[in-house]
């Protein structure tokens, strides 16, 4: 899709990080912007500095779990601008937990229903109209490099993003069976200076309970110390902003922002192939 200008984009989890990043790169390139996140005092913040740089921009408060949500944000999207060009599937969640402690299962939960239900809901919610209008589309889904390699103790983290790539794929191959005008990319970096180590903050309030969780940064633990420390060394969102309008523009499927990531990629594909069982080593 070389052309943007004048075009539509939304963009959900635009309040922050990657996704408000995405909304000054494409409101940059002359795209009508219309923003989602589940933030609304950020989101409102976020909206207020995309309309002062000069970009036509509507905004709503959005739960990308839950598909009435989704269905309302895309009536909101062709009610404000018309038709849909560019759809950003980004918003998403940190969380993680041993697989065999059966107390953590609602955080399971929480987590894919936003970071894998959210982005079904969107393309399953968006597509239609996006490959009927005919004037070319495309979609970028956000998984991670955790869509390839499998650290422990982010099991719920790792399956919703190993599910995100596989959709995407599919997607992809569907969409050139079909013959559509509609391209798909997958974004899968590592670390990014986003807040996506402070996810908690944003848990409903009947886990925050269960899990005697507030978000503040006085539960820190040790491992989500390290975290924090990795995401705030990770490259800046509008590096991973200008990677994702690059793909959009030249059709490209993989958008993998770490070079010195890619790799583990080739390794685990050996593993597989030699029958290696999973080494602790050698993830993201």
Known sequence: MQELSGKT????????????????????????????????????????????????????ELDVSDLDGIRAFESFARESFGNVHLLCNNAGVGAGGPVADMDNLDLWKW????????????????????????????IVNTASMAGHLSAPMMGPYNISKYGVVALSETMAKEMAMMQTTLGVSVLCPAFVQTKIATSDRNLPDEVKAAHGRDGSASETSGTQSVIERLVASGIPTADVAEAVHDAVVNDEFWILTHPESTPAITERARQIVDGINPPLTGFV
Request: charged share 15%.
């Open 9 to 60: 984009a939304v963009i959900t989890g635009a309040a922050s990080g990657i996704g408000l990043a995405l909304a000054h790169r494409f409101g940059a390139a002359g795209m009508n912007l219309v923003v989602g996140d589940i933030e609304s005092g950020p989101l409102d913040l976020a909206t207020t500095e995309l309309s002062d740089a000069g970009y036509d921009v509507a905004a709503m």
């Open 111 to 138: 987590t894919i229903d936003i970071n894998l239900w959210g982005v079904i809901y969107g393309c399953k919610v968006f597509m239609g109209a996006m490959i009927e209008h005919g004037e070319g589309a495309h």
